[in-house]
């Protein structure tokens, strides 16, 4: 099904949770909507399911304008994120409720029911629980219980709010692996809230960013990681080291170096902030006279296949983190407290006026 809304408008109050937004949801991927608590990605879920209605805009489903149809009417699954599965009942009976009360005129038979569930638990490869009951099951088993759930009335999208946020690391990433698997192989048009970048990163096809009620990008993966749009996304995804300084005629004057701002040419002594990550930085020995930022190594931690250093600039004692292979470290022989020069390999910058913006 193809999903897509259109100047959405939503306050609570005096809050603005959604500011005129509009999205195209294509159909058959997964798209994340991604933000900071409180910038309306989980509003707006809620209004695509029928959970709450917009003060202004429309919801368009295959064409459609959706907006005045019940929740039911709409072919949504939803998951959420503490399961909300009955305790009473076994696992077997929670994939089955779906089925059983819809109306009489749409409602399997009892065998099709049982056929169909014992379908689902195979798929999300829990066949062996169906007699168990939730408080027996493990987070991560609750939750794809509760995924086959809402896969129980064959939805035409599937909509998942923060489905792993109370599940420990570990068995998040099992899970969201999982889940785009699972995606590959049924290609319902998806979309889950998450506040988790490295989470969307990796499961979605479209990554929509939202700040504030606003969408500030949206964009595969490696697009929106490697081409944000602005301050915000740059430090969303991510950590990020700000360096900021007189920007004037293409060149960002940081006071320790000097950088190449060729998108702003025609700005005449401004103010502009360069954005470098970790991993963007070249890190070498100090050498009178040698270009780059000169830095102190104040703490090295060192273990598996990277090295993080966190360095602090000689001239304003600016804190600067870096990453480098564990390799480059060795070859170094870095010791706390060793003079080195950073080196931007790749710079963005922004007119200082958005800064604000970035959390």
Sequence with gaps: MAIKVSNI???????????????????????????PSGCGKTTLLRIIAGLEQP?????????????????????VGFVFQHYALFKHMTVFENIAFGLRVKPRRERPLEQEIRKKVHRLLDLVQLDWLADRYPPQLSGGQRQRI????????????????????????KVRKELRRWLRRLHDELHVTSIFVTHDQEEALEVADQVVLMNKGRVEQIGAPAEVYNHP??????????????????????????????????????????????????????IVRLVPGAEGIAVRLKRAHAIGPLAQLELERHDNRQLIEAVISSERYAHLRLQEGDALLVRPKRLRVFVDQAVEEIA
């Design 229 to 282: 749009a602005s301050p915000f996304v740059y430090g969303f995804l991510g950590n990020v080291n700000l360096f900021p300084g007189r920007l004037h005629e293409g060149m960002l004057d940081t006071g320790g170096a000097i950088f190449h701002a060729p998108d702003h040419a025609q700005i005449r002594d401004g103010q502009g902030i360069g954005f470098v990550r970790p991993h963007e930085l070249e």
């Design 146 to 169: 509760a995924l086959a759930r809402a896969l129980a009335v064959e939805p035409r999208v599937l909509l998942l709010d923060e489905p792993f946020g109370a599940l420990d690391a």
């Design 55 to 75: 003060d202004a805009g429309q919801v368009i489903l295959d064409g459609e304008d959706a907006s005045a149809r019940h929740v039911r009417e709409r072919q």
């Design 9 to 35: 408008n939503k306050r609570f109050g005096n809050f603005v949770a959604l500011d005129n937004v509009s999205l195209d949801f294509p159909t058959g991927e997964l798209t994340a909507l991604l933000g």
